[in-house]
């Protein structure tokens, strides 16, 4: 199994600030997801971040708003940019099982709050 | 709208009980899985059901699979406190790409 670390654990910013997230893998993997978990709801995938090419972003998700770094194969960060109190969330990473199409291993998340 | 549907959203057992979660998808999958996630921490994959199987267990969970209904569930027998956590499943299409259920929030009284 991977072990995944997220910083910051959470974080309160002011509306109209960036704040970026990073995660760190135990070990080199492919592919690595960035989710966001609103309030009492379920996990909405933002986009896949690929090593070595630009990260493919989900619908209603766009890269000035999130813009992703994926420099190496261990590492991403996920900046959430000119911030509003509705980016209030719990933003996790990923990352796959090495065959492809099975279960994901998260970080611990990080719990936004925008005031 | 999500691919996973599950009900119910909460649930409220004491503690030796079983507890039975079930989701429901819209389209064809390679495979469900069921995540459990802690007071809003990071999530934990439970099991994992592959489309061509029917049952599978796991401790103290078993997972069923129903792709003729598009359905699957989870249940947890001997229910402990520490299983209070919400639980989703998660349907796989094809490739990476894993879309979640909206939750079952589990409570195991004491």
């Known amino acids: 199994s991977a072990v995944i670390s997220q910083k910051p654990s959470r974080d309160i910013c002011q509306r109209g600030t960036s704040l970026t997230i990073q995660c760190q893998v135990d070990?080199?993997?492919?592919?690595m997801f960035w989710y966001r978990q609103q309030p009492g709801q379920s996990l909405t995938l933002i986009a896949t971040a690929n090593q070595g090419s630009e990260a493919t972003y989900e619908s209603g998700f766009v890269i000035d708003k999130f813009p992703i770094s994926r420099p190496n194969l261990t590492f991403s960060t996920l900046t959430v940019s000119n911030m509003s109190p509705e980016d209030s969330s719990i933003y996790l990473c990923?990352?796959?099982?090495?065959?492809?199409?099975?279960?994901?291993?998260f970080g611990p998340g990080t719990r936004l709050t925008v005031t | 709208s999500q691919q996973g549907e599950e009900d119910p959203q909460a649930l409220s057992i004491q503690e030796g009980e079983n507890a039975t979660m079930n989701c429901s998808y819209k389209t064809s999958i390679n495979n469900l899985q069921w995540y459990r996630q802690n007071s809003g921490r990071g999530l934990v994959h439970l099991i994992l059901?592959?489309?061509?199987?029917r049952e599978k267990h796991s401790g103290r969970l078993r997972v069923t699979l129903d792709t003729s209904k598009k359905s699957s569930s989870l249940l947890i027998t001997a229910s402990r406190a520490a299983d209070t956590a919400s639980y989703f499943c998660a349907t796989n299409v094809g490739g990476f790409k894993t879309i979640f259920g909206a939750g079952t929030r589990l409570f195991v009284k004491a």
């Open positions: 990923s990352v796959g099982k090495g065959d492809g199409g099975s279960e994901q291993y």
């Open positions: 070990s080199q993997v492919t592919m």
């Open positions: 059901i592959r489309s061509n199987e």
